[in-house]
């Protein structure tokens, strides 16, 4: 399994200006997976997450998780029928900056779109976020 299969956490669902609401995959067998070595945590609140765009990677911060970051369009839905939605896990995220060749800058130029994937942060990004 190649690496960014591995990192994979979720989908974007629903972007409103700068807040964007990911719904995380129902696979992740864990909350605190091991990759090369090194445990990480999915969802944290300040965490990062990695949105891949082609050749340019997004970043964003974990601002909320659990049901108060469900989108307000499915919230109805869920007070409908909690059984359709009861085991979907949801985070909301803002976008910190973007990796630009080798180096990360503050804001973004561009912006990801609904069914874009969204993964876990490793230790190699947090060297292109930190300067390391």
Do not use: C
Not at 12 to 31: A, E, M, R, T
Not at 59 to 82: C, F, H, M, N
């Amino acid at each position: 399994m190649s690496k960014n299969r591995i990192t994979e956490i979720g989908e974007i669902d629903s972007i409103s200006g700068n807040s964007i609401s990911v719904k995380l995959f129902d696979n992740i067998k864990s909350n605190m997976p091991i990759i090369d070595g090194v445990v990480y945590r999915v969802g944290q609140i300040g965490s990062f997450v990695r949105i891949p765009l082609g050749y340019a990677n997004l970043y964003g911060i974990v601002t909320q998780i659990g049901s108060a970051a469900i989108p307000e369009s499915l919230r109805e839905a869920v007070a409908k029928d909690y059984d359709i939605l009861k085991n979907t896990r949801w985070i909301n995220i803002v976008l910190a900056g973007e990796q630009v060749g080798k180096k990360f800058e503050r804001g973004v130029t561009q912006y990801p779109t609904t069914g874009d994937k969204v993964h876990l942060v490793t230790i190699n990004d947090l060297d292109v976020i930190y300067g390391g």
